[in-house]
C-alpha cells in the first residue's frame, strides 16, 4: 500500500514483538463468513488535475445560493456575511489555534472568546454565556439537564410549536433516564396556553418554548413565565439572535436561561454546518453550566490576562459531579459570530431585524391575496410564516426550483394535521423582485 510506510523488516519485527507469525494471524477471530478475500472494485487513483475535475463534477451536481434565491428557513437562514468576517477568521492564528488548556499560551483565543461571551450577554441581558456549544439543538437538550441538576426534578415540558429536529435531540438526552419529556400543544401557531398551565406541576424541571417558534410566530412569554415560576420551575427561551435587534432581550420577559442557534451571525449555510450554540444564563445557575467560560483577571503584575473561568466538563472534574460531557467550544463559529456582532453593532442589527420583518410581511400579504392560499396562524410573525397550498407542497417546490426558487419546508413532514402547508422565510436577502417572482411563479401554480 502506498501510503503506509513500513517495509517488510519492520513488519516482521513488529509480528515478532507480538507473538504472531504473519499478518493473516491477526485477524483470525473475525469469522471467516465475514472476511472478504478480494479487494472492492475500486477504480485506480487520480492524477491531481484529473481528481480537482472530478471534485467540481461532484460538487455541481449540489444546488447552492449562488445561482438561486431562496425562501427556505426552519433552523438555518441565509443571512449577509459581511467580507470583514472571513477575512479576520481566516487569520492563522485563529484558524490553527488548539484547545486554550494552557493559558498562558492562548491568550488571543480566550480573549476572543471572552468577547463572544460578553457580546451574547449584551444581546439577551442574561449574566454569563458560556463558551458556544455545538448548535442550538444541543444547547436546548444541555438546558434540559441544567433545570433538572438545579431543581431535583425530573419532567421537562416543552411546547410542540419548538423546532422539531430540537426535540428530537432533547429526546435522545431523555434517554439516559435523567427526565421525562412532556410536549405540549400548539394553538393559533403558538403554544396553547390553557394546555400549558394545565400540565405544569410539582415535578416539572422547567418549562422549554421557543420565539419565535418553528411557525415563526410570537410566543407570549411574559405569560409563560409567570406560569413557571409560579410552580418554582425554570424558564428556557429559544431564541433567534437576528430577532434581538428589534424583540425584547430574553431577560426582560423572565427567562432563567437562554440558547439559540447562532448561524445566522455570521456562519454560512454550509450544508448543514458546523454551527454553534448560544448558552447564558443567570448567575445563580454559573456553577452548572455546561462547557466553559472565560473570565478576566489579572496576573501578579497587575496585567490583565484571560483565564478559563470554570470547566464544569469531565475531563476536568469528577464525573459525577460534571455538568455536562460537551467538549468543543465551537472557537472559530464564535469568533466568527463576535466579529460579526462587533462589525454590524446594535444599530445594524436592527436594521437587519427589520429588514426581515418588513419582507415577511409584505410576502405574508401577497401571497394572501392570491387565489388558493391563505394564512392558517393569525399570531404575529417575524421573518417565517406558514402557508396553506392549493397542492401538494413537493409539488410547488418542483415548480419553484425549475425557475431557480428554492422553496419553503413542507411544514407535513414534521407536524401531523399540517399536511399541505408550508413555511417561507424571508431575509435581508431577499429584495422585493425575489419576493415578486415567488409570488408569479406561487399565482402560476
Known sequence: ?????????????????????????????????????????????LDEIALVKEMKSLSAKNTGLSGSVSFLGGGAYNHFIPSVVRHITSRSEFYTAYTPYQAEMSQGLLQAIYEYQTMICNLTGMDVSSASHYDGGTALAESAVLSCNHTGRREVLVSEAVNPNYREVLKTYSLGGKFSVIETAVKNGVTDAERLRSAISENTACVILQTPNFFGCMEEMAEIEKMAHSKRALLVSSVDPISLGILASPREYGADVVVAERQSLGNGLNFGGPYLGIFAVRKELVRL?????????????????F????????????????????????????????????FVGEKGLGTIARACLSASSY??????????????????????????TPISPEKINKKLFDKGIIGGFDIGRAYKGLEGHMLFCFTEMNAKADIDRLISVLSDV
Open 363 to 388: 410576502a405574508k400579504q401577497k401571497i394572501s391575496e392570491l387565489k388558493g392560499y391563505s394564512i392558517p396562524f393569525s399570531s404575529a410573525t417575524f421573518k417565517e410564516f406558514v402557508v396553506k
Open 307 to 342: 483565564v478559563l473561568t470554570l470547566q464544569a466538563r469531565e475531563q476536568h472534574i469528577r464525573r459525577e459531579k460534571a455538568a455536562s460531557n460537551i467538549c468543543s467550544n465551537q472557537a472559530m463559529c464564535a469568533l466568527a459570530a463576535a466579529v460579526y456582532l462587533s
Open 1 to 45: 500500500m502506498n501510503y503506509i510506510p513500513n517495509t517488510d523488516e519492520d513488519r516482521s519485527k513488529m509480528l515478532s514483538a507480538i507473538g504472531e507469525k504473519d499478518v493473516e494471524s491477526l485477524f483470525r477471530d473475525i469469522p471467516e463468513a465475514s472476511r472478504s478475500r478480494s479487494l472492492p472494485d475500486i477504480p485506480e487513483a
Open 289 to 305: 453550566l455546561p462547557g466553559r467560560v472565560v473570565g478576566l483577571t489579572r496576573d501578579h503584575d497587575g496585567k490583565r490576562g
